[in-house]
């Protein structure tokens, strides 16, 4: 003949299955606080104009205010798309088929990633602090005035809080862009088609620096 | 290798190959005049790209052209290899009074083939000598050697022996010191200090190339420098079938070679007929050691 079950057990069991119910909020709550860095905000890039220099071939030409800008345009997507966007939501590098050139794209996304992109960091833990310093431009125009290669000098600074302590980014160095000729591409666009990169990242566990050359 | 600049190392560095070609470059006309300080010239068909795995090579030639004396013929004739893969460079000077077969003149001197048929002709000389296809030259003469060189704010060089000689106007103690293009020119033409006459003379303009690429790789580190560099080498420079993009591109490839990975050697002569020199025993050796890399492994 089964034994009555006694009170004490069922009121046991209850506060039991209660108790597994509040956990599982709770770690569900715990779940959403953790996806925190969900909410951090990449800083908007903008690039401050520098001064720009013209080194001619020829005897005239000029380079326009408006090739300028599309030079800070594809400065401004690569900073955006390499470092920005990918540290902010530990996401990988995206967009940059609109900043460098095909062969110069295959080697920023593969032997220089670690310089060239900020994709493989901790996720920050509150929105991180862009500075960008102008950007100084240096153009050569060709005999009859049209422009061959700009360089870009860039030099960017990106920190945040990350579980841990903090990070910081310095990334300088010039690019090199060229008028974009590829099929598609925006008329008056620039593409980089190489880079001197020197990147020193300051990390909860230490400071470690990188350089990428590509002529 | 490269093409220079200069204070613009553009200059220098289409004329590494410029430059080295120290000062001569011979044609008597177009190769400098006015503004012009040298003439490179793309003798064959092909586009030099940083993905280009073989060896490079330059020919550059000092022309003993100057104003008010005339002159064509090529007085410094070298032929620079740059490997792209390895960033190293051979440089080999050819002695002007060097005996050798001119396509279309029978056996002469090798500077008289500038003389003859130009900077195309001594590429074609020097190329069959050593094997080798030659698709850039690089020529310039006193004046535009001069120009260069102070262009660059002068030349250190390490002047390896005394050098005193009236007829160049060389007046040197050994050492590094920093030398306007004049005194640059002296040092490259200098050859009764020597024994060896015209052979430690194209040695010693192989240091002065050396010199030139050690200076431009220090003075222009950055994309900015470069490309300035590159304009005023383009706006001095007559340049026939190549482009910025190419130039850019072989300055890329002379800023990569490291001067201490240079080899300066002078082919071995013997005595000839009168002043005419033999091409030495030795030098189908040499030439099989430098052409299939562009360096030297046995020399």
Known sequence: ?????????????????????FGAVA?????????????????????????????????????????????????????????????????????????????????????????????????PTANPKLTVAPVAITALLDANGAPVYASATIDQQLEAPVAGGIVGVRRAGDLV??????????DGAFRVRAYSILVQRTLPDGTTTTTAVKK | MLWALASAPLVVLVAFAVLVASWAAGIRLPVVSGATWMRV???????YTPAWNQPVFFLVIGSDYRAGVGGSRADSVHLVGVNPTTHAATIIGFPRDTS????????????????????????????????????????????????????MGGLTVDVPYPMHDPYSGSDFDPGPQHLSG??????????????????KRSENQGIVFVSALAQLRKENTTAPS??????????????????????????????????????????????????NLAVGGGAADLFADFRDDATLQSH
């Open chain 1, 1 to 21: 003949m089964p034994r009555p079950r006694p009170p004490l057990t069922v009121a046991t069991a209850v506060v039991a299955l209660a108790a597994v119910a």
């Open chain 2, 100 to 151: 050798v077969a001119i396509p279309g003149h029978g056996r002469d001197k090798i500077n008289a083939a500038n003389a003859y048929g130009g900077p195309k002709l001594v590429a074609e000389v020097v190329g069959g000598l050593v094997g080798v296809d030659i698709p850039y030259t690089v020529i310039t003469d006193f004046d535009g050697f001069i120009n260069l060189i102070d262009e």
């Open chain 2, 182 to 199: 004049e005194r640059v020119l002296a040092f490259s033409r200098d050859r009764h200090t020597f024994a060896t006459g015209d052979i």
């Open chain 2, 226 to 275: 470069q490309l300035r560099a590159l304009a005023v080498a383009a706006r001095h420079t007559q340049i026939d079938g190549i482009g910025l993009h190419e130039l850019y591109d072989l300055l890329q490839l002379g800023m990569q070679v490291d001067p201490a990975q240079v080899r300066n050697v002078v082919i071995p002569v013997g005595s000839g007929s009168g002043s």
């Open chain 1, 27 to 123: 770690c569900s709550s715990g779940g959403a606080h953790k996806a925190a860095p969900a909410r951090v905000v990449p800083p908007e890039v903008q690039i401050p104009a520098g001064p720009v220099d013209v080194a001619r071939a020829g005897a005239g030409g000029d380079f326009t205010d408006a090739q300028a800008a599309e030079v800070r345009d594809t400065v401004a997507r690569y900073l955006s798309g390499a470092s920005v966007e990918p540290f902010s939501r530990s996401a990988p590098p995206s967009g940059l088929e609109t900043v460098f050139t095909a062969d110069a794209l295959t080697a920023a996304t593969g032997v220089d990633r670690a310089a060239l992109t900020d994709a493989d960091l901790p996720g």
């Open chain 2, 41 to 47: 010239e793309k003798t064959a068909s092909g586009r």
């Open chain 1, 177 to 186: 862009l060229e008028p974009c000729a590829a099929p598609g591409c925006p």
